[in-house]
């Protein structure tokens, strides 16, 4: 796969941690991406940090900004889709530092019917204020580095990379433990769905209710641990106020056989078009 892969990254009030990702997409292997900062209502500081890296990324970088109103990652989300030029999206969250192979295990993985999830290392919040105050880059670690800040990190697995073959189609349709903090998919696929559910508002199971749309699409699940982990920064508990309702609507969509958004691109697409009017 050669096209242009876009780069989406889900960010809300976290300038430091934004800066340690972009830094980490600078030193990528493979440069034929584009970066889109899905910002959900941010103040200032955080286009900031976007505008100081446009000229040293190295890669087009665009930033793309709702007004806050509660948590409404899917629904930006949707508006950078719509921004974005890959025929290949990588949905990456803004605490999520990539390794310099990370774009070029995501191209390998590419597959014309699949969608691609990778794993993580959580690092605790020694490690995350040494990364984000002192100067520490660990994406440009080696094993052993990792090794002597074990105690520091919940895993080393993601960190081996491993060919796997046709073991990563082993759960093909398994949705349950999908996550867009690093999650790959097919512009086409996505159009299919209608984007991300952008009825969720409030912290719920809207990376799930994206797998199942997906999967009942003809989309299949590929595996993309042991190639694609990324170096997760310590932040506080999201706030769950909303979960029974975000519960209820995920539920709803496992019960119906629904493949499409309810509010997703084409709705994201129709307001803006009508505030341009």
Partial sequence: MNDLISVIISVYNRPDALGAVLRGLSRQTDGNFEVIASDDGSPPSTAAVVQSWKNRIGVPLAHVWHEHRGFRAPEISNRAILKSRGAYCVFLDGDCIPRPGFIAAHRRLAEPGWFVFGNRILMNEVLTTACLQDGIEPE?????????????????TPLISLPLGVLRKLSSQNWESVRTCNLAAWRSDLD??????GLYVGWGPH???????????????KDGRFATGVLHLAHPDADRARMKENKLLFEQT?????VRAVRGLAEASAEAVAKSR
């Fill in 140 to 156: 440009t670690w080696t094993f052993p580095d990792f090794m002597r800040r074990r105690a520091d990190i919940n895993r080393l």
């Fill in 192 to 197: 299919k769905v209608n984007g991300q559910e």
């Fill in 207 to 221: 990376d799930s209710d994206l797998a199942v749309r997906l999967i009942r699409s003809g989309c299949r699940r």
């Fill in 254 to 258: 496992l019960a119906s056989n629904r």
